[in-house]
Every structure is written in structure tokens, then in C-alpha cells.
């Protein structure tokens, strides 16, 4: 049984940094694209940051330069590292790792409050 489980999530002000971790089970990531989305009340999923199995990262244009994705494969877990967070990074993220273009997983989620 596959099972992603987020955490760090939480209430911080604008300018500040939140560090998000996703432990993956039943699969192995190392061999996967990983990726996080995040979804605002309202608004459709979107896709913040991926890395691939060679190391190669991509960032929204929302995000670039503040938010950083990476992956422990010795601990099968992915991490988003999010600096200098403004309001409008408030959502819930989620992590996700694709198998194949008909089979993806997704954690539960864990909540990003930015707020004055």
C-alpha cells in the first residue's frame, strides 16, 4: 500500500520560512519525478515545484528563488523548503509521485497560513 504523509506545515508571517517534509511508503521515490502542488480555498490545484530522478528542478514562476524542492532517497522522503513566504503562498500542499500517466498518489495534505 502506497502512502505519502506530509507535515510541517503551519501559521507564519509574511517573510518568513516553513520547511515541508513528505514520507513516502510503498514506493520508491528515487526512481520517481517528485512533485508538490498546492491548493488555495477556491482555486484550482497548481503545480509549485518537481524533481526529477536526475536531480533537474522546476519552480512555478510564483515561487522561483524562494521555494526549494529536494529528496532524501535514503529516507524515501521529499522535502519543500519555502523562504521568504508571502500571503498569497497560503494553500494546502500536497506532495505527489507519479507511476506512470494512469497511476499517481497524493498525500492528505498539510496547511501553509501566511499571515500578518
Known amino acids: 500500500q502506497v502512502r505519502l504523509l506530509e507535515s510541517g506545515g503551519g501559521l507564519v508571517q509574511p517573510g518568513e520560512s516553513l520547511s515541508l517534509s513528505c514520507a513516502a511508503s510503498g514506493v520508491v521515490i528515487e526512481v520517481r519525478t517528485v512533485r508538490w502542488y498546492r491548493q488555495a480555498p477556491g482555486s484550482e490545484r497548481e503545480l509549485v515545484a518537481s524533481?526529477?530522478?536526475?536531480?533537474?528542478?522546476d519552480y512555478a514562476d510564483s515561487v522561483k528563488g524562494r521555494f526549494t524542492i529536494s529528496r532524501d532517497n535514503d529516507k524515501n522522503t521529499m522535502s519543500l523548503y519555502m523562504n521568504n513566504l508571502k500571503i498569497e503562498d497560503t494553500a494546502k500542499y500536497f506532495c505527489?509521485?507519479?507511476?506512470?500517466?494512469?497511476?499517481?498518489?497524493w498525500g492528505q495534505g498539510t496547511q501553509v497560513t501566511v499571515s500578518k
Open positions: 524533481l526529477t530522478t536526475d536531480d533537474i528542478a
Open positions: 505527489n509521485v507519479r507511476v506512470n500517466s494512469l497511476l499517481e498518489y
